[in-house]
């Protein structure tokens, strides 16, 4: 990557505002942290009310490395400086990532104030702010609130609530307010509403409800590992048998990676270890059985006990 921004900058390009935060973006992602605070005081330059089209980036990438500080600092020009909307945007998801729901709900208000016809974007950046801190009262009444103002629940709102309701241990609220708003309301679901209640019910150990939303998301044409690795943990949550699982994928086109060779290696020895555990069992109870006497132990104490009832072992007057 540092080859091919070299080579840009060889050839007179200069690396745009986007590509710059890909480079922060990768070096992040590969644990390059130094690398990546140095990439982004580049791009921040000298003056930021006079580059002032790098602040969403910036936002959105100083919360991602948790440098509150900065953030804070950024923010404070934005907000200073005739406070823009997209700008606003991303410092909700960006005080929510960090933690600072308080700063995120103040954002939100700000805008609010500015605009009383908020569209249902700026709610949904709160609803998951709310979601991810499980905050379910207050992504409730943020919900009512949407609908007072006239905004439509589309799917980005679906994928917060679901989230809010399954974070908070609502899981069967949320499925069925998915099944709702897909059947009642003809909302398109997005997908990670359905890989959401994937996790959960593969966490659970519940198979039925995960098969349930494995089946949709395969219906709906995705396919990734991750899909079959959470089902996977559902039967050994479950303590299941997933038997044929490994030709179940391949018959999907999927092959096995090293994690999910491993689960299946970890189902495949629990199976075993299941089956001799019946079998200690089974030996236990036959050890514990009287053993079968021999036609000499029979016939001495079928003597024995006629001699005695017919007194001959007794002593003679």
Known sequence: MEQVLEKMRDEGMEPDIVVQGMVVDYYFVGGLKEKAEAALKEMEGYDLKKNREVCKVLLRLYATLGKVDDLERVWKVCEDNDLRFGEGLVAIE????????????????????????????????LLWVY??????????????????????????????????????????KADDMLRKARKEKKIKAPFMCFLILLEEYSKRGDVQNAERMFSMLRKAGYKSMKLYTLLLRAYLNGKIPAYGFGERMKADGVFPNKQVAEL?????????????????????????????KTLSQIFSSGQSSWASKSGLNSKSS
Request: with cysteine; aromatic share 6%; proline share 3%.
């Open 94 to 125: 960006a005080w929510g990532k960090v933690g600072h729901v308080e700063k995120a709900e103040d954002v939100f208000g700000k805008l609010a104030t500015a605009n009383e016809k908020l569209s249902a974007k700026y709610y949904d950046a």
């Open 131 to 172: 979601a991810e801190h499980n905050l379910l009262s207050k992504g409730e009444a943020l919900v009512e609130r949407m609908k007072d103002n006239g905004c439509y629940i589309g799917p980005p709102t679906l994928g917060a609530l679901v989230k809010l309701y399954v974070k908070a241990g609502a899981v069967e």
């Open 264 to 292: 299946l290696a970890k189902m495949t020895s629990n199976l075993w270890t299941t089956k001799d555990s019946m079998l200690d069992d089974s030996i236990t109870t036959e050890i514990s059985k009287p053993k079968a």
